[in-house]
């Protein structure tokens, strides 16, 4: 065990928050992404180790890989990235976890489970604001709600977004939305409902209904 990971697209808007998080922690990931002179200097930085490829040259990225215990994958949009890292983790046999909110790749890693659990990997996507908090929240719901039959999440006040988020919402405007219906992901148009939620403490909000990373992942976290 190295008991390290690597940081792919670390350069990135929300990467380079997580490498300034690590290093204020003491945490010593090895920075990866396609851009060396951006990737340089933040290591340089930092005083961290760096390596650089793209997701399509298996041979360096199995090397990087090799030196790594896990892999926490920042670089989006994640529809397009996410799959080449995860088959590189599943055949390198090393942890995996990313920042997607996207369903496709939950849904894409879920129909991978077997295949991770078979090489004792974890496979985690969504662990940033998409979707711990509100997976959470999901869970907490159906424990205190056993037998309820249809969830409704809604939050506000998501602050700035990312190049990335930015670059995923643009690739998908034309979509429409997602829910899940009888147990199955069902398209609907975008803003499909809209809803007066009351937040607490006074505030009251006009939600409307998006696509967001629950519509995959309530279903398996809350059964």
């Known amino acids: 065990m190295t008991n390290t990971f ?17 290093a204020e922690r003491g945490l010593k990931p090895i920075l990866a992404g396609r851009n060396e002179a951006k990737v340089s200097e933040l290591a340089g930085k930092y005083g961290f180790e760096y390596r650089v490829f793209s997701l399509d040259d298996t041979a360096k990225l199995d090397a990087a890989l090799q030196e790594v215990d ?33 369903i496709s790749v939950f849904e894409t890693c879920a129909a991978m489970h077997k295949q991770a659990v078979d090489a004792s990997v ?76 009351d937040f607490g403490e006074g505030v009251t909000k006009t939600g409307v209904t998006i696509p967001w990373g629950d519509v995959s992942t309530a279903f398996y976290s809350t059964g």
């Not at 690597?6 to 690590?22: C, D």
């Not at 892999?71 to 976890?97: D, E, W």
């Not at 643009?170 to 809209?194: E, F, H, Y």
Request: aromatic letters at 8%; one cysteine or more; hydrophobic letters at 40%.
């Open 70 to 102: 896990m892999v926490l994958h920042c670089a989006g949009p994640f529809s397009i990235t996410s799959l080449p890292m995860v088959k590189a983790c599943l055949r390198n046999k090393k942890h995996y976890a990313d920042i997607t909110g996207e």
């Open 122 to 197: 974890m496979v985690m996507p969504g662990v940033g604001f998409d979707v711990v908090p509100s997976d959470c929240l999901a869970m907490h719901i159906k424990n205190r709600l056993p037998s309820a039959t249809h969830l409704s999440l809604a939050f506000y006040g998501m602050g700035r977004i990312s190049h990335g988020t930015q670059a995923t919402m643009t690739m998908n405007v034309g979509r429409g939305g997602a829910i899940r219906k009888d147990g199955k992901i069902t398209a609907v148009p975008a803003a499909w409902k809209t809803r007066e939620i």
């Open 6 to 22: 690597l940081i792919y697209g670390a350069n990135g808007y929300t990467g380079e928050l997580i490498t300034r998080y690590a």
